[in-house]
């Protein structure tokens, strides 16, 4: 695991003191590991990491469903626009 | 809405209601909208900004400063319009449901005032600013899922007058500061002046509401603690706009924006802007010291 990917684990878990596991398919989303009020920091803390912006009114939340899911949007070579 | 688990709602409104009907204004006409604001003065004073009490104000240059208030007022007046947006919805979403009749008079001044509010503070943005900030995204999927439908009733004028609190503070200081240009202090004072209203009414509603909560399950008000003080988190996120940063020419605004938020002087800071509102949180019952962490 690269270091971005660990500071978003990080994020996640500081957040949600109750889970001890967090598996890369987990449904963030449903499973409110990342709620409505979390979002906003979830995407500064993205944009931080890849110093990419994301366009708050263009949104895909598919995008940010699971560690997979974000991992490949942001994280993985093909993911540099 | 269906409200039915929800007890028709009753409050003694008629001196807010009198005291709406005979301050009521034409806030299309009150204001002198000057053709443009005067350059060297802060449209947002300086102590309420969020590098405010830092090492990372007395870095900027004089201009960045500057430019810093009059971003974040725009950014200030935003977040007005977007809660406005928001808390307009869910009122006119309520009023005249059966459980609100009896406060349907009062939400009528409210509706209007907020729709009149909400245009000055426009006008401002972009008249002096030349743009809005738009809103920070939500998710459809809300934080409130996991509590019944009475706290989530709850949660509704929760978050209203949390919002509303919080920007009183801001508006009550600017009111009188003396080194504003005259349309920024006016239209802050203005505002303050309707807010008293919707804050006392606020109160009332969010104890009937949280009585409400209480009597069909005591358990779960700790659950509204929890996410009331994640609100207030929220909220005052909220005012640390990175594109405020990066438009006053600020570099490495998202860094900034991390280390700002930590910083001593700004967590002390944010202590005095939620004081009022944990006070009564607390008061009634509800405050973070029910939060197991
Ligand atoms: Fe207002
Ligand atoms: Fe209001």
């Known amino acids: 695991m690269n270091d971005q990917m660990r500071a978003v ?39 931080e990491l890849t110093g990419e912006s994301i366009d708050p009114e263009d949104l895909d939340l598919d995008d940010f469903r699971t560690l997979t899911a974000i991992e490949a949007r942001f994280f993985t070579r093909e993911a540099v626009r | 809405m269906a409200v039915r688990e ?50 990372m104000w007395d870095e900027l240059t004089r201009e960045q400063q500057l430019a810093l208030t009059r971003y974040e007022a725009i950014n200030f007046f935003s977040l007005n319009i977007h ?18 009749a009896g406060v349907s008079e009062f939400l ?74 005259v349309i920024a202090r006016e ?25 409400q909560v209480a009597k069909r399950d005591p358990d779960e008000v700790p659950l509204v603690a929890e996410y009331l003080e994640s609100y207030l988190t929220y909220s005052i996120g909220t005012l640390y706009n990175p594109a405020a940063y990066r438009d006053a020419g600020i570099p490495d605004a998202l860094a900034l924006r991390r280390r700002a938020l930590e910083h001593p002087a700004r967590l002390a800071a944010h202590e005095q802007i939620l004081k009022r509102t944990r006070k009564f949180l607390s008061k009634v019952g509800v405050g973070r010291e029910l939060v197991k962490r």
């Open chain 1, 9 to 47: 684990r990080d994020f996640i878990l500081q957040r949600n003191s109750t889970m001890d596991t967090l598996s890369d398919d987990l449904d963030l989303i449903d499973s409110r590991a990342i709620n409505s009020l979390a979002f906003v920091e979830f995407i500064f803390l993205l944009e």
């Open chain 2, 6 to 55: 929800i007890e028709p709602i009753d409050l003694a409104l008629d001196r807010l209601e009198l005291m709406a009907e005979s301050g009521y204004y034409n806030p299309y006409t009150m204001f002198d909208w000057p053709e443009a604001i005067e350059p060297d003065k802060p449209w947002m004073s300086e102590s309420l900004t969020t590098l405010a009490g830092t090492p």
């Open chain 2, 83 to 100: 809660g406005i947006r928001e808390l307009l919805s869910e009122v006119v979403m309520r009023i005249h449901d059966r459980t609100y």
């Open chain 2, 108 to 181: 009528h001044h409210f509706i209007g005032e907020e729709n009149e509010h909400m245009w000055f503070f426009a006008q401002f943005c972009l008249r002096y600013g030349g743009k809005l900030y738009p809103a920070q995204p939500s998710l459809r999927a809300d934080s409130v899922e996991h509590l019944s439908a009475v706290a989530r009733e709850l949660i509704v004028f929760a978050r209203i007058l949390i919002f509303e609190e919080i920007v009183d503070h801001y508006n009550a200081h600017m009111a009188t500061d003396m080194g504003l240009p």
């Open chain 2, 187 to 211: 239209i802050n004072r203005v505002h303050h002046q309707d807010e008293s209203r919707h804050v006392a009414f606020g109160r009332m509603i969010f104890v009937n509401l949280l009585e």
